[in-house]
């Protein structure tokens, strides 16, 4: 999961670009990055830490020009601590490229393999994202005749791009002295939404991750960006899109509506907020119907994702909904920090149980899902800590079993606490008096009921099912065991022999 912004504009966009990458700051926490163009020539700064901590004012000086991409990075692929895997990364050829990518490619290995024997390209770090950027180049090199581009010309890269790789990509990509280009990978795992703003100069344009990006930065939203389409906005604004893949299913990431969007956003025509106060709905009705002898005081959501959920089941259930729980806000979301320990050490700093809701009181605690059950373990003994008598847990989406592969960090089973339970083991496991789980076909149905044009969903880790029908339990295993090797973070176990091509490039301005 990361966050990515991609603008043509008639004005500067460095500030736009900066405001843009807040919105989507709870996409990725790791590292930021910004890269925008004047005439043909590119300006770039990235590094390690939140938006805020990454850009200074002489840095933002720097990012001249009326175009130019965004990214946060949540890292799902390389290495958490390697600042030279920061996006975009760059290449020179052909034409200058530069590309921010969010989503995981799960058939990486084979492409840099080709990228060695076949395409004669080197990649200068363990992220997928700049094997997506090789082979973007090379398809892009394949496909043009002539030194000067055209549409036809990048939308056949493209569609060789999608005939290449495997796995979830949204991208947005610059071409040197071109344009902006943004394409969905072909089962739209991942979201990306264009939106427009006419000004008296003409037309802008922004794709980003989220619509929420859209709304604060003044644009119109315009649609969803299908999956396996590409739209390409040159310089001077002029917008066009094509179909590029062979095969298409729209099969969006499930976690996106459960956990990692915005409630504000609006992602493949469905709001976000709606789909967790129906997900609150179901719930009320699994809890009326299998366990009617609970005796509940009071509903308490873990903020913040959970609360639409909360709230639509207290009122279903003719309960009092309380906020139980402070959340500090300088504290980043502990399911995308890197590592188990920084994870569990940040629980109680980022919560306070507010003792006068608990003391005394049978709780129901809701929270959208349990993944590695180390924060709903420190929450549920908080609770007991601040006096409450019995304390039930409720997920509002269904047991994370299952690795995903699709850029989201839970890719090894033997962190999930559901992996290898059942649901009273579970429940011993983080304390709790009573479990309850969303049903799977509940889930579908509150996502299904807002857009009935959306039938499939990536729902690997619920389920297995991994949509793209390639992912092997070879895969899998080797996947798990880098996730539990902390060599993985290089492949020769030194990041520091690895070039940082952002200060080459600062270099030149």
Known sequence: MCGILGVVATTPVNQLL??????????????????????????MHKGQGLVRDVFRTRNMRNLVGNWG????????????????????????????????????LINTGQLKQDMFLQDLRHVNTNSDSEVLLNVLAHELQLASTKYQLDPETVFRAVAGVHRRVRGAYAVVAMIAGYGLLAFRDPFGIRPLVVGRNDTEQGPEYLVASESVALDTLGFKMLRDIEPGEAVLINTQGHFVSRQCAEKTMHAPCMFEYVYLARPDSLMDGVSVYETRVKMGEFLADKIRHTMPHLEIHAVIPIPDSSRPAAMELARRLDLPYREGFVKNRYIGRTFIMPGQASRKKSVRQKLNAISQEFRGKNVLLVDDS????????????????AGATKVYFASASPPVRYANVYGIDMPSRGELIAAFRTDEEIRQEIGADALIYQDIDALKKAVHMLNPSLNIFETSCFDGCYITGDVTAEYLENVEQARDNPARHSADGDDSAQLDLNLILEGQE
């Open 69 to 104: 991409i965004g990214h946060c990075r949540y890292p799902t692929a390389g290495s958490a601590y390697n600042a030279a895997e920061a996006q975009p990364f760059y290449v020179n050829s052909p034409f200058g490229l530069m590309l921010a990518h969010n989503g995981n």
């Open 370 to 385: 349990i993944v590695r059950g180390t924060t709903s373990h420190e929450i549920v003994t908080m609770a007991r800590e």
């Open 18 to 43: 900066y405001d843009g990458l807040q919105v989507l700051q709870h996409r990725g926490q790791d590292a930021a990055g910004i890269a925008t163009a004047e005439g043909g020539r590119f300006h």
